[in-house]
């Protein structure tokens, strides 16, 4: 077993922000986890899974985020606790269920975990999902550390409990992903039956009656914030600079602190809690400084809530100077790091500390060392051939055709690897439910053929309804379902169609081809490796009409990797090979762009890069002199 | 290289796909990935940088009239150009004859040529029976007959040719319509350039007015109820009005003004009407049903045609006056036209 899952506590363990969180979640006695995966997020359910066959508890990855927190919320209306792990777009999801339950409010104690994506590294966007916290007047904790994720976590179960409703916990990237010793506390071990009470059920009814109910319960919130120790205030009586940060910003604003020496003249406020605001605390901390500078990620949440609040102050407040995203001090966009602070305080303080950022630093070292790379599909990926055969059909096609993207790997049909066909990317599923309007704009004049495509994943996630409103209007819509067998962007978590659950459990699974069927579509399916024989399909149902769907069906590469690998052993002919001349014009290194072929500058061919290359034999035959050659296994 | 008129594939595309000039000849089909022949339409797949490309020096619309030396021979000639003889003629095999468009001539010639070694290879046009017609190469005299008829759509037949070359056949003959010998015409040209040797020894040109869009066409006959496979395509002697399909269902009539719309816009810029560059041009003999008009305009299409009529595989006729002046006329007529509309279409770019 684990240490991370051992009873005992009271040692020190090395644990990645999102363990730690967690850990938080066992030692606050949680007994039902759920979660969809996403990045930054995926690795508390993960965690917790692998919990599950040592300890107690149940996991699961569910359909999607607002199913995860619904499930989650039956555990928390039997008594038992609950935690629900997301990414910022999937509390988008979830949502709908969240401001209702709210209203109903719960009983064992529930905490929902949002990890946020600033810079929108691994995401569609990076909206800040603190908002929701406002939107549904839930609690809100912003853990700095990973320790203190591991403690605001375990905390905020007692929190739900005492005010009988959902806590959010924020995590960002960097602290989802960073690594730091952390303490860990003992493990409880405390009998627990699960049982609804018929005598109080939860509802939204009456709703005003509720609403006040709910702004009760943030009121009592404030209060047990206001007496907690995670708004924590170091530096000077009276510093030059007041600075109120949380989450991460936190630890960029210390370090940079530090390092400008200005730790006698700056105070810091660190916000763990900051919704509702622990009004005393921020009352009294105003009191030291007229300057005030805001640290957080991505939206100005606390700066604008602390604006409003000493315009509340009104006189008392006096006149103070606020910086922050909205007064441009802070960049309003993008991840924050040390650097932005410290440029901030040369400017401020008048110092001259740094001529060089850490990343101009680092840019300059690594110049030569490392070259561009750009996003690119796994050598062997079968959306590299799904893709190229849809790229053919358009172009068959000839009527100025496009790609109706969604969110998975092939998202990266935006660009070059994917040979550009995307030309749309929103949310989960949403690519569906786009096409099915384009499919209704034939009246209009519309007369350029869409296709959408679909990761088995996504489809089950949020797919479904936007096929069935095709369906039920009678939309003309191609989907392409690209079956991979695994959720594979985030890291190959199972999903209703593997035959596992999130505990290795296995389940019967959906099977997809059927569930279409069950609609009434026509389903096809085709082999993304076989390019010719899939553009041949995907032209014929361009042809057609009414709502059509073509299985692209293949094991992601890195799956079929695992799984004993690929058959083939690769090599260019180079008396064969064209390179540059009319006839070829470097096809396979300049449009195909397997990262395993590279272009032999010396001799103007095209190579293998023995390395990189997994042998799935797919560029033998984009070749038009079949100059790259397979043979028999490699070894 | 002039920048501004690369001669590769970003040239062909400025020149000829931007504009809808595209006939679908197929002579840049399948020299490599980049275009290609699918249902009836050449389609450009992805973006060449070549700047130097056998695409655009072959196509028959890339170069503006009169900047090649195909198209300065073909600006000069009058009417139906520069020709050894000019005669009637038709297959002595009736059986060949039925199965073909007019006199069964392309067949008969071809299969001589095959038989004698003349040809090793023939390029031709298939019926695509569901499909788009497109081009094929026949290996066997056995199989030609199979390809008699013609298709009224443009079939993208040469790309079979760039298909064939380098697989061993050393002579090919070629049977097409006039774009596609000035296609061959101007591949020839660029084979002298580089000291390469043709492998092309024998080119049957049709004539041509116009050619169709097949999937406009194909459209057409099934939204007005076609049934069955179709056969060949006919376009009955003034004054019917009609376009007329033999299909294993039976025979369609459609109104020849329906069946214009679907002309390939390319065509209305086309000069040559009866195969300026071919060794020997054949087109139906105007009220003589079962008979062709048979233009030789080359020794090797001599030789051809006098060894097939002392084999007794064809027969010929003296050709009237009166139909030869009617055809000069005819082929003035298109010169005239494709020159004025090319020199509109250039005006217009220029005014634009
Ligand atoms: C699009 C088109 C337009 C024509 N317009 C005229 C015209 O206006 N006036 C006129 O007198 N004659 C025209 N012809 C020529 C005529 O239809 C006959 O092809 C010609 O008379 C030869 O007849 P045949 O009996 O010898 O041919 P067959 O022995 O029947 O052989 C026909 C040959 O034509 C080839 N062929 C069939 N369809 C095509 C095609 N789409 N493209 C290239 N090759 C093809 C086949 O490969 C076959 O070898 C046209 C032909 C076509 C294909
Ligand atoms: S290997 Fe094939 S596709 Fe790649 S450059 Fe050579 S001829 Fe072209
Ligand atoms: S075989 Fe070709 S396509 Fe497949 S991984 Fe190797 S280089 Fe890439
Ligand atoms: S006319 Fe012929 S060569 Fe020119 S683009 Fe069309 S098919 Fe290609």
Known sequence: MKKIFQKNG?????????????????????????????????????????????????????????????????????GLRSIVCMKQCGLNVASDFLVNLTLSGTKGGMVLVTCDDPSGISSTNEEDARVFADLADTPLLEPSTPQEALEMTKWAFDLSEKINNIVLLRSVSHLSHTRSVVRIGELPENEKKARFDTRNPF????????????????????????????????????????????????????EAVEIAGLTGRIGILKLGTTWPLPKKIVRETLRKCDRILFAEEVD??????????????????????FMGK?????????????????NLFEILFGLDLINKTYREKVGEHLDGVIFPREFG?????????????????????????????????????????????VKSVHAMGSGLGIASGYGKLAQFGFDQPVVTVCGDSTFYHAGLPGLINAKFNKSDILLLVLDNSATAMTGFQPHPGTGSTATGEDTEPVDLEALLRSLNIGVDVADPYETEASAQKIYALLQKKGPRVLIMKRKCALVQGKQGGFPYQMSVNHDVCLGESCGCGRYCTR????????????????????????????????????????????? | MDKKNPEGQTGLVEHVFKKGLCVTCGACVDLCPYMHYHDGRVTVMDKCQAEDGRCFKWCPRAVPPGMNTADAEQMAAKGIGPFRKIVAARACDEKKRESSQNGGMATALLTLAMETGMIQGAILTD?????????????????????????????????ALNRAVGKGVEKIGVVGLPCQMEALERRHQYYIKKQMTDQVTLKIGLFCTWALDYRKLAAYLEQEGLTGTVIKCDIPPPPAEIFRVYTTGGTFDFPLPDIRQMIQKGCSVCTDMTSLYADISLGAYEGREGWNTLIIRTETGEKLVDLAVSKGRIEIEAFPEKNMSDLDHAAQNKKNRGADASLKMTEGEVGS
């Open chain 1, 377 to 421: 599909f796994c050598p062997g990926c079968p959306h590299r051939g799904s893709y190229y055969a849809i790229k053919q059909a358009l172009a068959w096609d000839n009527r100025d055709g496009f790609i109706s993207g969604d969110i998975g790997c092939y998202t990266m049909g935006i660009w070059p690897t994917g040979f550009n066909q």
């Open chain 1, 300 to 321: 100005p949440f606390i700066e604008t809530a602390i604006k409003a609040y000493a315009a509340d102050l009104g006189e008392e407040a006096g006149g103070k100077t």
């Open chain 1, 10 to 78: 009271n040692i020190n363990l090395l644990l990645q922000g999102n363990e730690a969180i967690a850990r938080g979640a066992l030692e606050g006695d949680v007994s039902f986890c759920s979660g969809y995966p996403g990045n930054p997020s995926s690795e508390i359910i993960e965690t917790l899974a692998d919990a599950a066959s040592h300890l107690p508890i149940y996991t699961e990855w569910s359909i999607n985020e607002k199913v995860a927190v619904e499930a989650a919320a039956a555990a928390s209306f039997a």
């Open chain 1, 203 to 254: 509802h939204t009814f009456p709703v005003i009656a509720k609403h006040n109910i709910r702004h009760e319960k943030l009121k009592t919130a404030e209060t047990i914030f206001e007496s907690s120790s995670w708004n924590p205030y170091q530096g000077p009586e009276e510093p030059e600079l007041l600075i109120m940060a949380c989450g991460s910003a936190w630890c960029y604003v210390l």
């Open chain 2, 127 to 159: 019926r695509g029976d569901d499909d788009a017609p497109s081009g094929k190469m026949v290996l066997s005299k056995e199989m030609i007959s199979a390809f008699s008829g013609s298709r009224y759509s443009a079939s993208g037949a040469l790309s």
């Open chain 1, 591 to 635: 449009i195909f762009r397997c990262p395993g072929l590279i272009w032999d500058k010396e001799n103007m061919k095209a190579t293998i890069d023995q390395v990189v290359c997994v042998g799935c034999g797919m560029c033998a035959d984009i070749c038009p002199r079949g100059a790259i050659e397979k043979t028999g296994k490699r070894n």
């Open chain 1, 326 to 342: 909205a007064s441009g001090h802070i960049p309003s966009t993008g991840e924050l790091n040390p650097s932005i602070f410290l």
